[in-house]
DNA sequence: TACATACAC
DNA sequence: CATGGTGTATGTA
């Protein structure tokens, strides 16, 4: 996010961090994924040109297969309410509005206001530290209960785009939204819009959006998982990552093309893909240099030199 | 099978 | 002073 001082932050959060339990714990997990990493590289090493190119013809085998199995016929919408539990405060007591807002406690907090966020104030910070990055900060405690009947609201909405729509939280939805668009000859992107509208008149909170043409099917997933290649999901697209892009109250549309799709994807950084967290991060561009999902795709081979091997011996006990 | 780690919210 | 609670998936012994 613009006009936050990363530095600054950084050497706050470190200064307020070093010396407590969860930070010499943290260190020693760093350790044991520096090792990790090292191990990985050794093996690396060691692997011959015809061990390459024997993983390169497996894997363009597989990359074939994937293509020509991806389906663009379904319109999928992922919708994100932009800093839910702030924002549903904020409405039952406008006197916040404006304001560093931060819903949890010295502990912990769950979600941090856009102007707390200019702060470097995030979710998941323990609030004592956050004090420390915007001393005006307000504190707000939790209170699950109204962000459940605002949540009620939000999918009253949705069931009326998918009867079948998937909660993944409060604030997330996933709305498969082909039928609609076909019955009433409207675009995606005009029932994007029309469901933020309505999402706001109903509730007055606004949320994100992103269309496109698939949400990583749950059976699809579990395919790539058997082979033991989870990383190849970055062939296909995440939704989650669309509605991050014109956050907060924004939508985006990645439309049902294969071209758009790929370019979408190539420059797209592996850590918006959903699994790759910052260990996976780390250890893909620490090994390997593999930043972005096209550099996944050019060094497939490795990838799965590296990372196969369990399923691979899973297999052979059949 | 059981335990630890990683991830997401 | 102080770093969550819950659910899911994966890797490993």
Same mark, same amino acid.
């Given at each position: @996010? ?11 959060? !470190? ?23 090292? $191990?990985?590289? *050794? ?5 011959? +040109? ?34 839910? !539990? ?6 039952? /007591? ?9 819903? %949890?406690? @010295?502990? @912990? ?6 102007? &707390?966020?200019?702060?470097?104030? #995030?979710? *998941? ?5 956050? #004090? ?19 949540? +009620? ?19 997330? &939805? !996933?709305?498969?939204?082909? +039928?609609?668009?076909?019955? #009433? $000859?409207?675009? $995606?992107?005009?029932? &994007?819009?029309?469901?933020? /509208? ?13 269309? &496109?043409?698939? #949400? ?12 033991? !290649?989870?990383?190849? =999901? ?21 439309? /049902? ?25 780390? =250890? ?10 096209? +550099?996944?795709?050019?060094? %497939? ?18």
């Amino acid at each position: @996010m613009e006009g936050v001082d990363k530095e600054k932050v950084q050497r706050i959060i !470190y200064e307020m961090s070093k010396g407590s339990k969860y930070f010499e714990n943290e260190k020693r997990k760093e350790a044991f994924i520096k090792q990790k990493i090292e $191990s990985l590289r *050794a093996q690396r090493a060691k692997l011959t +040109e015809k061990d390459i190119s024997h993983f390169q013809m497996i894997v363009n085998k597989r990359i074939l297969e994937l293509d020509g199995s991806r389906d663009l016929s379904k319109i999928w919408l992922h919708t994100d309410m932009d800093a839910f !539990y702030a924002a549903v405060e904020t409405l039952e /007591n406008p006197l916040l509005k404006g304001k560093p807002l931060a819903v %949890g406690g @010295m502990s @912990m907090i769950c979600t941090a206001s856009y102007e &707390a966020r200019k702060y470097g104030v #995030r979710a *998941a910070m323990p609030g004592f530290i956050a #004090r420390k990055l915007c001393p005006e900060l307000i504190f707000v405690p939790t209170n699950f209960g109204k962000y459940t009947y605002y949540s +009620e609201k939000t999918r009253n909405v949705f069931s009326k785009y998918d009867p079948d729509y998937i909660a993944t939280s409060l604030d997330e &939805a !996933y709305l498969e939204i082909t +039928e609609i668009c076909k019955q #009433r $000859s409207i675009s $995606s992107e005009e029932v &994007a819009a029309e469901l933020r /509208n309505t999402i706001y008149q109903e509730t007055g909170l606004t949320c994100s959006v992103g269309v &496109a043409p698939n #949400r990583m099917l749950a059976k699809f997933e579990f395919q790539l998982v058997e082979i033991g !290649y989870t990383d190849l =999901i970055a062939l296909y697209w995440n939704i989650p990552v669309c509605s991050d892009i014109n956050k907060p109250n924004g939508q985006f549309i990645l439309p /049902n093309d294969r071209d758009a799709v790929m370019t979408f994807i190539s420059s797209l950084p592996i850590r918006k893909v959903g699994g790759i967290g910052k260990v996976t991060e780390q =250890i893909l561009r620490e090994v390997l240099g593999i930043s972005t999902c096209t +550099e996944i795709l050019q060094k %497939g081979a490795l990838l799965h030199a590296l990372f196969s091997h369990c399923s691979t011996g899973w297999y052979f006990r059949y």
